[in-house]
């Protein structure tokens, strides 16, 4: 029998049902392997252990023959195989425990594999979204909120899914998605429709007598 870890959630990847009006438009996971190679750095890691087996066999066969120091230095293939393997796990682990969903006015995103959190960003605290693509068609949309919104999170409580290096200015991310382009676009158009309609705040009675009218924001 499967067991889903987040079964107790009313809509996957949320952690309540959707208010009335809402709906959703589009969900996904990072690419267990796109984010392993880029938030990882897997090639760079493999490359690093690459580099130490290859210096210890050739700087130890000047005192002894190839084969003896390349089985000395076969040292570091086994410890960073071990390691790429690590990696390798905790980025099937990353991409597991993460749900991205993209509704007709806000992105929520639940994250993290120990303590599982979700954020919720309305379209109206985005300020711009920029798209990194890949080859492959995989590819990260970062989230640059605005500065009203005063919603900061933490650069390393919400890695990796984050803009990478943006550490003063979190910019939240849907980190290595499939088809990219195609999430990007619609989350273009749904947060250019939700930004269009007018958000007003209907005021008391006693204010509109004493000339405060009700306010239209944006």
């Not at 880029?38 to 700087?59: D, K, M, N, P």
């Not at 999170?153 to 991310?173: D, E, G």
Request: charge should be neutral; hydrophobic fraction near 45%.
């Amino acid at each position: 029998m499967s067991h889903d870890d987040f079964q107790t959630e009313p809509v996957r990847g949320l952690p309540e049902n959707l208010p009335e009006g809402e709906r959703i438009l589009w969900q996904g996971q990072p690419d267990w392997w796109a984010l392993t190679k880029e938030s990882l750095s897997f090639w760079w890691v493999a490359g690093y252990f690459f580099f130490l087996f290859a210096w210890r066999t050739i700087s130890g066969a000047a005192t002894e023959s190839w084969i003896d120091s390349a089985t000395a230095a076969s040292f570091f293939l086994v410890l960073g195989g071990f390691v790429c393997l690590l990696l390798i796990v905790m980025g099937l682990i990353q991409a597991k425990t993460t749900m991205y969903t993209v509704t007709n006015k806000r992105v929520a995103m639940r994250i993290g594999a120990a303590l599982t959190v979700t954020l919720n960003l309305p379209f109206r605290q985005v300020v711009n979204a920029s798209l990194g693509l890949r080859r492959d068609g995989t590819g990260t949309i970062a989230l640059e909120l605005t500065e009203e919104s005063g919603f900061r999170p933490s650069y390393l409580n919400t890695w990796p899914h984050v803009r990478p290096w943006k550490m003063k200015n979190t910019q939240p991310a849907l980190r290595c998605i499939p088809e990219a382009k195609k999430v990007a676009e619609i989350l273009s158009e749904a947060a250019a429709t939700a930004v269009s309609h007018p958000v007003v705040e209907v005021t008391s009675n006693t204010q509109h007598a004493a000339g405060h009218g009700p306010v239209a924001a944006e």
